[in-house]
C-alpha cells in the first residue's frame, strides 16, 4: 500500500462549478499537510498548509483535513480556467521529509 | 525575493554520460531539497542538504549525488545516465530543515537518449 494515494483523474468541470479533489494516506506519523499547484512546464506552488483536523480557508480554496480517516481535501470554490493544473497533495511526519501523491489533473472549461 | 532558480533549464544526454544540475534557493534558506518527476512515479524525493551536510536521502541508486556550498547554492550530479532517468529535476528550497513550507524551482527537464 502506497504512502499516500491520489486519484490521477483527468477531472474536467465546467467554470464556476466546486471541485473536490482527495487524498488519503497510511502513515499515521503524517502531521503535516500541503496542497500545491503545478502549472504545465513549471515548478509546484504552494497551495495550502496545514497541521490539524478540520477546515482551513484562503479565498476560493479550502483544505480539509480528517486525521481519524486519513483523508484529506482540497475544495475549489467558483472555479475558473486559471484554475487548470495539477494538484498534487504532501504530508510530512516522522521522517523529516514530504511525501507527494501523484497528482491530478484538473481542467476547468471556459 | 528572488525565487528559486535552476540551470540549466532543458539537457539532452545519452546513456552512459553524467549529467550536474544546479540550483540557487531563495536567499536566507538553509535548506536544499531535490526531487524527480515522472509521469509514472510522481515526485519522488532524492536527498536534502541542510547546512552543506546531506540530512535525509531518497530511496535512489549511488549514481545520484549532491552538494551543497556555503552559499546554499546546490548542485546534484547523476552518474552513468539510463534512459529511465529522463525526468524533471526539481529543487526545493525551505528555512527549516526536513520538510515544512518548501518553494519549488521550475525544474530541469532532462532527456537521456
Known amino acids: 500500500q502506497k504512502e499516500v494515494e491520489q486519484d490521477p483523474g483527468p477531472l474536467s468541470v465546467p467554470e464556476g462549478a466546486i471541485v473536490s479533489l482527495n487524498c488519503t494516506y497510511s502513515?499515521?506519523?503524517?502531521?503535516?499537510f500541503m496542497w500545491y499547484r503545478q502549472y504545465s512546464r513549471k515548478g509546484p506552488e504552494l497551495l495550502m498548509y496545514?497541521?490539524?483536523?478540520g477546515n482551513k480557508e484562503d479565498g476560493r480554496f479550502t483544505a480539509q483535513v480528517d486525521k481519524s480517516s486519513k483523508y484529506i481535501s482540497l475544495f475549489i470554490r467558483d472555479s475558473q480556467p486559471s484554475d487548470s493544473a495539477t494538484y498534487l497533495c504532501?504530508?510530512?511526519?516522522?521522517?523529516?521529509?514530504?511525501?507527494f501523491g501523484k497528482g491530478t489533473k484538473l481542467t476547468v472549461n471556459p | 525575493k528572488a525565487g528559486v532558480t535552476q540551470t540549466p533549464r532543458y539537457l539532452i544526454k545519452t546513456r552512459g554520460q553524467q549529467v550536474t544540475l544546479s540550483c540557487s534557493p531563495i536567499s536566507g534558506h538553509r535548506s536544499v531539497s531535490w526531487y524527480q518527476q515522472t509521469p509514472g512515479q510522481g515526485l519522488q524525493f532524492l536527498f536534502e542538504?541542510?547546512?552543506?551536510?546531506?540530512?535525509n536521502k531518497g530511496n535512489f541508486p549511488g549514481r545520484f549525488s549532491g552538494r551543497q556550498f556555503s552559499n546554499s547554492r546546490s548542485e546534484m550530479n547523476v552518474s552513468t545516465l539510463e534512459l529511465g532517468d529522463s525526468a524533471l529535476y526539481l529543487c526545493a528550497s525551505s528555512s527549516r530543515q526536513g520538510g515544512g513550507t518548501q518553494y519549488f524551482g521550475p525544474g530541469t527537464r532532462l532527456l537521456v537518449l
Open positions: 504532501a504530508m510530512e511526519g516522522g521522517s523529516e521529509k514530504l511525501v
Open positions: 542538504y541542510f547546512s552543506e551536510t546531506q540530512r
Open positions: 496545514t497541521y490539524s483536523s
Open positions: 502513515n499515521s506519523a503524517f502531521q503535516y
